[in-house]
C-alpha cells in the first residue's frame, strides 16, 4: 500500500492543507458491449468447420446457453429443502483441507461436513481473485459474461440476476455477511439481499476510515445475531471468510499452533468459526431442511511458479478449490472425481429449491452428478478460465485457459498445455510434443471466446483513492487508471517476468520497515528489467519520496511517461511534485494529461485548479473549482479554492461566504479556518474572527502550522484586547 502521498500545492494568498485524503468518486459503469457475449458463442461454433471431436463437444455444451431454458434436473422430488447456507472460504487451496488429503492441518468442521454429504474432488474457478469469483459464484456465469473481470474497476450490473434476486422472488428471505471490503456492496454483489452485512471495524491507527477486513468470528457473530431475529420463514444466507487471504495472520491460539505456517493457522481458525455457523443452525433444528454449499473461491500459490499469492497465473495452486455439498438429497461420504465449476453452485442451489433459474446460465446444476443418474453433458466438461489481473497491475499480458479433467491448455505469448494426469503440478509444458492436442485447445477456446478474443478494448470504471488503499493493504495494489486496457496479449509473459517478484517483494518488505535505502537497489533493479511496469516504478517513487529525493522521485516519474507508462495516479503526483517546485506550466500539462485518462479524478481536478490560480489564471481556476463542487467529497476544498479567487479580487465578503461553505463541508480544513477568521476580521466582523481563529488554533496540527498558529493567536489577543 502506497503511504504518505503528498498534497502539494500552496497558493500565493493562502495554503491548502497537506495530506488531505482523496475524494471519493462513485464508481462508473463498466463497458458491458466491449464484454464477450455467449452469443457469439454459439455464433463463433457454428462457423469453425472441421471442428476436432473436442471442439464439437464443446459447441454441444455451449449451444444451450441462449437458446431457452436450460434443463437443471429437479430429480430429487423426496428432499425437502426450505434453507439454504452458502459459505465461502477465500482463498482457500482444496489440498489445504484435511478431507483433501492434507494432515498438516486440522479442519474437522469441513471434514465432517464432507463426510454426511458430498465432497468434488476437481472442483475450478474461473478467475483466480476474489471479486470477480463471487460475481461467478453469484450468477452462475463466467468474467467475461457478468463483466466483473478484475478487483476495483468492475461493478456487477443489474443483469444478469443473482442467486440472492431469484431466491428472494421465490419467497427466501436472503442475508449475507462477508469478511472484506472487496466484496464491498458498492461493487453490486449486494443485489437481491434483504440484509448485506459488509460492516468493517473502526481503522484504528490504519489509514483510512476503516480495517479492510474482519476476522472470521465477527463474521458468525453479525450471522448469529440475524439468525436469532430472522423473520419467519424459508432463508438463505451467504456466508464469506476472508482468513486465509494474505497478509496471514492467524489469531492465538492458532498463531502459535501453527507457527511457521500462518495460511495454514487462517484455515484452522476459520474451520473453528465455521463450526460455531453449523452448531448455530443445527440448535435451531433446520439443518435436516437446510442445504449446505461450502466452497472457496480460489486458491493461494503459496510460491509454486514464483507467486507468492494469486491473480497471475492460471495454475491449479490458485485454480482448483474445495466444494462440499451437504444436506436433504445429497447422498453422505461420496466423491465425485469429475471435473467440476463454480458457476454451477447457483443452478444446483436453484433446483434443490425448485427455482426456475432463467436462461441466463452459463454453469449446469450438479444434481446429475450427486444423485448418480449420469452427466447431462460429457463428464470432463470445458473450464474457461481468464486473469487479467497481470495486464491491469503489472503491465504483463492477460492470460486464458480452458480444463479439462486430464487437461489444460493457457493461452499466452508463450503458450502451455499440461496433462494434469500425469503432470498435476503443471511442471512439463507439453506444448511442443503434443501440438495435436495444443491445436484442439487453441480451437476450442477461439470457438469459446469468439471474435472479439483479440484485440478487446476493456474500460474499467474509476477506482476512488480510498478503494485503491483498501485494495492495495490487501494486495490488490493499483498504479491508477491509465490508457483504455487492449487485451491482446502483446505485453510480457508473465512467467517470464515472474523472477522479478522476489526482488520486488523483498523491497516492500523493507519499506514496511521503514529501511527504504536497502529497499531503492531492489527496487532500481527491477524498473531497469521490465520499464513498462507501472507498479514498480509507483513503488520506486514512493521509495524516492521517503528519504526525501524529490529530484529522483520526479525522474522516476518522468520515466514511467517516457516509456509510455501513464496512469492517473502516476501524472498526480508528478503534477504535484512539479506544482511544488513551482515549474507550474509543465504541472499543468500532467494534471490535465490525468484528467484524459480519468475525468473523475478528483485530486488532479484540485491541483489543476490550483496551478491555474497561481498561474493567474483566475477564470479557468475558478472553472476548475466548480467542476470540483459535482463530487461531494470535495466541495470543501473547492468552496475554498473559490473563496481564495474572491481574496485575490478583493471580494472579501464572497470570500468569507465561500470558506465558511467549505468549514461546514470540512471541519478539518483548518486553512479554512484560518482564512475565514481574517476575512472576518478584515469586515469588521470581530466576533466571528476570534471564534474561527480560536477553532484553527486548537484544532490545527503543530507540525503542520507553527506560523498559522502564532499569527492566529496573536490576533485573537490584539482583538480581545480591543474589545476591551
Known sequence: MVNGDRTLGRMSICWIAKNKPAPEVPLGKPRLEHLFRMTSIVS?????????????????????????????????????????????????????????????????????????????????????????SHASILTGTYPFFHGVRDMGGFVLQESPPTLATLLSRGGFHTAAFVGSVTLDHRYGVNRG????????????AQPGPRKPERRAGAVVD????????????KFFVWVHFFDPHSPYDPPQPFRAQYAGRPYDGEIAYTDAQL????????????????????????????????ESTHGIFLYDAAMHIPLIIAGPGVPAGQ????????????PTILAAVKVTSGDHLQGVSLWPLIEGRGDLFPEDRFALMETIYPRTHLGWSELRAVRTKEWKYIQAPQEELYNLLTDPTESRNAVKS?????????????????????????????????????????????????????????RPDPKMRVDLLPSFE?????????????????????????????????????????????????????RAVQHHVETDEMLNRLGNLLLEARNYRRARTAFERALQLNPEHGESMKNLAICLFELGQLQESEKAFRTLLEHGSTQGPAHYGIGL??????????????????????????????????????????????????????????????QSIKQARALITRLQKAKS
Open 44 to 132: 463463433m461454433c457454428v462457423r469453425t468447420q472441421r471442428l476436432s471431436t473436442l471442439a464439437t463437444i464443446l459447441l454441444i455444451l455451449l449451444s444451450c446457453v441462449g437458446c431457452g431454458k436450460r434443463p437443471q434436473g429437479f430429480g430429487h422430488d423426496a428432499a425437502v429443502v426450505e434453507n439454504v447456507v452458502l459459505v465461502t472460504i477465500d482463498t482457500l487451496r482444496a489440498d489445504h483441507v484435511g478431507c483433501f488429503g492434507y494432515q498438516s492441518v486440522r479442519t474437522g468442521h469441513l471434514d465432517s461436513l464432507a463426510a454426511r454429504g458430498t465432497r468434488f474432488a476437481q472442483a475450478v474457478t474461473p478467475v483466480p481473485l476474489t471479486l470477480p
Open 193 to 204: 439481499f434483504d440484509t448485506y452485512d459488509d460492516e468493517m471495524p473502526p481503522a484504528e
Open 222 to 233: 453479525h450471522t448469529l445475531a440475524w439468525l436469532a431475529t430472522r423473520p419467519v420463514g
Open 275 to 306: 463450526g460455531r455457523l453449523l452448531e448455530a443452525i443445527r440448535d435451531q433444528g433446520v439443518s435436516d431442511r437446510t442445504l449446505f454449499v461450502v466452497m472457496a473461491d480460489h486458491g493461494e500459490s503459496l510460491g509454486e511458479h514464483g
Open 335 to 346: 466423491v465425485i472425481q469429475g471435473q467440476v465449476r463454480s458457476i454451477a453452485v447457483m
Open 434 to 490: 503434443d501440438v495435436a492436442v495444443t491445436q484442439r485447445f487453441k480451437t476450442v477456446l477461439s470457438g469459446a471466446l469468439g471474435e472479439a478474443s483479440h484485440d478487446l478494448m476493456l474500460h474499467p470504471s474509476t477506482i476512488p483513492a480510498e478503494v485503491r488503499q483498501e485494495l492495495a493493504s490487501l494486495g490488490y495494489v493499483s498504479a491508477g487508471v491509465g490508457q483504455p486496457i487492449k487485451l491482446d496479449q502483446s
Open 506 to 558: 523483498a523491497a516492500i518488505t523493507f519499506m514496511g520497515q521503514q529501511q527504504y535505502e536497502r529497499a531503492l537497489p531492489l527496487l532500481q533493479t527491477v524498473v531497469k528489467a521490465d520499464p513498462t511496469n507501472p507498479l514498480f516504478y509507483l513503488r520506486l517513487a514512493f521509495c524516492y519520496q521517503s528519504v526525501n529525493n524529490t529530484d529522483a522521485e520526479t525522474k522516476t516519474y518522468e
Open 645 to 706: 479567487i474572491r481574496l485575490k479580487q478583493s471580494r472579501r465578503s464572497e470570500a468569507a461566504s465561500e470558506f465558511q461553505q467549505a468549514v461546514q463541508l470540512d471541519p478539518k480544513l483548518w486553512d479554512a479556518w484560518f482564512n475565514l477568521g481574517i476575512c472576518y476580521h478584515e469586515i469588521g466582523k470581530r466576533q466571528e474572527a476570534v471564534r474561527c481563529l480560536e477553532e484553527f488554533s486548537r484544532g490545527a496540527p503543530p507540525e503542520q502550522f507553527p
